[in-house]
């Protein structure tokens, strides 16, 4: 990747780290609502085991092809393996609580709970990797909280529905702590694993942790593996929110840091709601505030940040 962000345009390598979170967070915001879709095909552990197993079987032979084109060896060691053990624990847990909040919750809802990953991983960060952050980045933690918020009160008819806490809410909260564990762990543990081994080490790992969930809770003779909607929606969840998603927050979480990665998750309430909101014009309009101050949020954020090498 050095070869494409040179380090004598900083500018250039900003700009690229930038675009790179548009796309990683709009997969991301994808996830939300395509994962809601494979609910009626598959439990919640059958369909993050196979997410994880298949992802795996593709990844194989690109990491073959790397390493045997630039005749570099594939290194790794007890300590990396328990290390990456760990990192994929955490997104297997975030994964399969995903599934299982999306039963008694929305993917609005959820995209918003998930808009506390960022302060999360702030207090994490502090406490694992030591890490201060600046009061201005903080104001705009904050700010984002608020705009996502503000987003989804614009989109909500139901005020009683709105401030009801489902059981759901409740997972997806346990999960977005998981998430945020996930990520400074990464940053913590990644920093001398290429991204194209970091991923396959996550997906390879977590499918060895999921085979014996699939078989013994996976409902494995309930999954409708005859209907071509549940491929369709796998490959998908498996290719672009799993294979590009794990391998851009690889290298971005080491190029720019967990905080400014996950800052970028204020956008998904937004990416979530514009489909609905270009069939229905007016909660629109009304959430346009809260899009201006999640972006003013993500300048705060962002402003002081210093390409890495």
């Known amino acids: 990747m050095k070869s ?14 930038n675009a790179l979170l548009l796309l990683w967070v709009s997969l991301m915001a994808s996830s ?22 298949l992802a795996s079987i593709m990844m194989l032979p690109l990491v073959v092809a790397r390493y045997k084109s630039s005749n570099t060896e594939f290194k790794g060691n ?34 918003v709970i998930y808009t506390l990953v960022p302060l999360l991983s702030v207090f ?11 009061k201005t980045k903080l104001l705009g933690f904050l700010l984002g909280t608020i705009g ?8 909500n008819n139901n005020d009683a529905d709105l401030l009801t806490w489902s059981m759901g809410d409740g997972i997806f909260l346990l999960a977005s702590l998981s998430l945020s564990v996930h990520v400074v762990l990464v940053k913590k543990w990644g920093a001398g694993v ?10 390879s790992l977590g499918s060895l942790m999921l085979l014996p969930l699939m078989l013994l809770l996976g409902e494995l003779d309930e ?21 590009a998603t794990f391998f851009l927050q690889q290298y971005l979480v080491q190029k720019v840091g967990p905080n400014h990665l996950l800052a970028f998750t204020y956008l998904i309430p937004i990416l979530v709601v514009i489909p609905q909101g270009l069939v229905v014009g ?14 003013l949020a993500l300048y705060l954020i962002s402003k002081e940040q210093k390409v890495m090498p």
């Not at 494409?4 to 900003?14: G, T």
């Not at 007016?282 to 972006?295: Q, V």
């Open 32 to 53: 939300f609502v395509v994962s809601a879709e494979l609910i009626p095909y598959a439990n919640s552990i059958a369909s993050t085991g196979l997410r994880f197993v």
């Open 78 to 111: 007890q300590t990396v393996y328990f290390q990456y053990s760990l990192i994929s624990l955490f997104l297997v847990l975030f994964f399969v609580g995903l599934f299982e909040a999306l039963k008694t919750t929305t993917a609005m809802r959820t995209s």
């Open 282 to 295: 007016p909660p629109l309009i009304n959430s346009l505030s809260g899009i201006l101050i999640t972006l």
């Open 124 to 134: 994490l960060t502090y406490f694992g990797l030591r890490l201060k952050t600046s």
């Open 223 to 243: 999954v409708a593996w005859d209907n071509a909607k549940f491929w369709q929606i796998l490959i998908y969840l498996t290719v672009f929110t799993t294979m």
């Open 148 to 155: 996502a918020v503000w987003v989804l009160l614009a989109f």
């Open 194 to 203: 290429p991204p194209l081994q970091g991923s396959f080490y996550i997906m």
């Open 4 to 17: 494409f962000f040179p380090s004598h345009r900083p500018s250039n390598s900003l700009l690229a780290n």
